[in-house]
């Protein structure tokens, strides 16, 4: 039997709400007039009563405030996993299945749609054309009357006649479809028009139906791999002035102190090719002072007063370190570089904007590097992309 709330006013409404915020000083158990009138702050903390009894987080979302566990943990429920590899391989092929049976459902329908415009517009252009395909064909066998030659050389065989007998025939033959300009002429007439509408619609638009083809971006699907995991910053390889976050790719100093803080990279590069941008802000306007690049990876060592020197970077000051400048910026801060080392070629470069800045002193090759970045003063940040690893 439910039980009532007999507060002055609330006319014995049910109880059918729970309140959990953590910090709430009234009642927990609410009727929903207790609900409008005690608790408005605590709206985003609310159970309903019968939802409880499922055992849904889904359902029951608002007792969970952690937005990282909560997010996490609708995840699961709205895919049933319970542990194994198994079920996230099953959800994750439930998923696919069904993405794909809706993208060829689309396809399907905008491909009748699209073949229908396709064989109308062919079929208004038949309306006004003079297409007989019938009349020329007639044409063509009076002229070369495949019957006449047929007997000609026929008659050399069953009739054994002489050869000199034949050439004239055949001479005479020839003569004759020679002799017959005007009506040549008409027919080659009839033979353009005809030959270039098949043309147009028989043979040259099969290139357009190969090219689609070939457009559906299929290959597509390889960057998005759900096994492939991006380098970050380093949460174990960072001075502790600089904070970490959106997951791991921005690193930004949180100290008003004056050193060379410095944040390492989650991957070292040993071989193959690699592409990362660096987005830079020194939040300040001396442009004071944020360095990035590569280095070796056994010269990883103090990074709360890291060794700049060693490295192949570039400096917000435009500074080089073991690094030949190529081109030039007006200024260096507040911008997106892309840093490319080719370990295949032994090769490092830093571009901005489509200009390459620097490039490496020295080869390269048979080495293993990590990227970096140092933070001198308070604000500086950098954000990291990859785009190839």
């Known amino acids: 039997m439910e039980q009532c709330c007999k507060l002055e006013g609330h006319y014995d409404k049910p109880y059918s709400w729970v309140c959990t915020n953590p910090t709430c000083q009234s009642k927990r158990i609410l009727c929903s007039k207790c609900l409008t009138l005690l608790h408005r702050n605590c709206l985003n903390f609310m159970l309903h009563i019968k939802e409880v009894f499922n055992k849904s987080f889904t359902q029951n979302s608002n007792w969970i405030q952690n937005k990282d566990i909560k997010d996490t943990i609708l995840l699961v429920e709205k895919y049933g996993l319970t542990g194994s590899n198994e079920e996230l391989i099953k959800a994750f092929e439930d998923l696919v299945n069904k993405e794909f049976s809706e993208v060829t459902s689309y396809f399907n ?32 066998k009076t002229m070369y009357n495949f019957d006449t030659l047929a007997n000609i050389l026929d008659s050399m065989e069953k009739e054994q006649k002489e050869i000199n007998t034949i050439n004239k025939e055949l001479t005479d033959y020839f003569a004759n479809i020679n002799s017959t300009k005007s009506q040549e002429q008409e027919v080659q007439k009839m033979a353009k028009n005809l030959n270039s509408f ?47 976050s959106d997951n791991n790719t921005k690193a930004k100093r949180n100290d008003p102190s004056y050193t060379y803080a410095a944040v390492i990279g989650s991957l070292k590069f040993a071989k193959g090719h ?116």
């Not at 905008?110 to 062919?122: A, G, N, S």
């Not at 099969?206 to 290959?219: G, T, V, Y």
């Not at 991006?230 to 904070?243: C, D, E, G, R, V």
Request: hydrophobic share 35%.
């Open 109 to 140: 329908e905008k491909i009748e749609e699209t073949k229908d415009k396709i064989i109308k517009v062919f079929k208004e252009s038949i309306a006004s054309e003079n297409i007989k395909a019938d009349e020329f064909t007639k044409q063509v």
């Open 198 to 244: 098949i043309k147009n619609y028989l043979e040259v638009d099969q290139n357009l139906f190969k090219e689609f083809k070939e457009a559906i971006p299929f290959d597509m699907f390889n960057k998005y791999s759900p096994t492939k995991k991006f380098w970050t910053w380093n949460p174990a390889q960072k001075s502790t002035k600089i904070l970490l």
């Open 274 to 389: 690699y592409q990362w941008e660096i987005e830079v802000s020194s939040g300040n306007t001396q442009h004071q002072w944020i360095t990035f690049g590569i280095l070796e990876a056994n010269l990883v060592k103090n990074l709360e007063n890291f060794a700049y020197v060693d490295t192949n970077g570039l400096s917000t000051y435009g500074q080089y370190y073991k690094m030949n400048k190529v081109g030039t910026l007006p200024d260096f801060d507040n911008k997106t570089f892309l840093c490319d080392l080719n370990l295949i070629k032994g090769t490092f470069t830093i571009s901005c904007e489509g200009t390459v800045i620097c490039k490496e002193q020295n080869d390269l090759k048979d080495k293993t590097f990590l990227p970096f970045a140092i933070l001198y003063r308070n604000e500086n940040a950098v954000t990291v992309k990859v785009v190839k690893q």
